[in-house]
């Protein structure tokens, strides 16, 4: 039996929106980025987080922090914020959606990133990403 919220999907897209009637939906999934050039800034992205939670966590809130590091543990981003947990039926969990839009965000190197999502500042998932120096295409070939 779950007794703490916990993290069901993380992922990174190119857009991401929540109908209203709570669908999830994904565009252009992705856990790489070809760069043209080093550093780069990627325009934007989108982390989709579907956390749930027991009736024990109802009608709380919980302090949700989003961390990038890159691959020597370098902290490159962290986003803190309280999400409400609403009430939910009959006992069983609720599922909660949340969105982070980025935008404009630098990346100095190729390599190994990570985000990591923390809950109650105790990580409950993490989503890798790469980063890699395009190939630049020789004019005619």
Do not use: D, F, R, T
């Given at each position: 039996m779950q007794f703490t919220m916990e993290v069901k999907l993380s992922l990174l897209a190119d857009y991401i929106n929540v109908t209203a009637d709570k669908k999830l939906n994904l565009m252009g999934l992705f856990t790489e980025i070809s760069?043209?050039?080093l550093p780069y800034t990627h325009p934007q992205m989108y982390l989709a987080l579907?956390?749930?939670a027991p009736p024990a966590e109802w009608d709380k809130d919980k302090k949700v922090e989003?961390?990038?590091m890159d691959q020597d543990a370098n902290k490159i981003l962290s986003v803190v914020n309280?999400?409400?947990i609403p009430k939910?039926?009959?006992?069983?969990?609720v599922i909660v959606n949340a969105?982070?839009?980025i935008n404009n965000l630098q990346f100095k190197a190729e390599g190994d990133y990570e985000f990591s999502i923390l809950v109650q500042d105790d990580v409950k998932d993490s989503?890798?990403?790469r980063v890699n120096l395009?190939?630049?295409q020789k004019p005619g070939s």
């Open positions: 760069a043209p050039v579907q956390m749930e989003i961390m990038l309280n999400i409400h939910g039926k009959s006992g069983k969990p969105i982070i839009n989503i890798p990403l395009a190939k630049q």
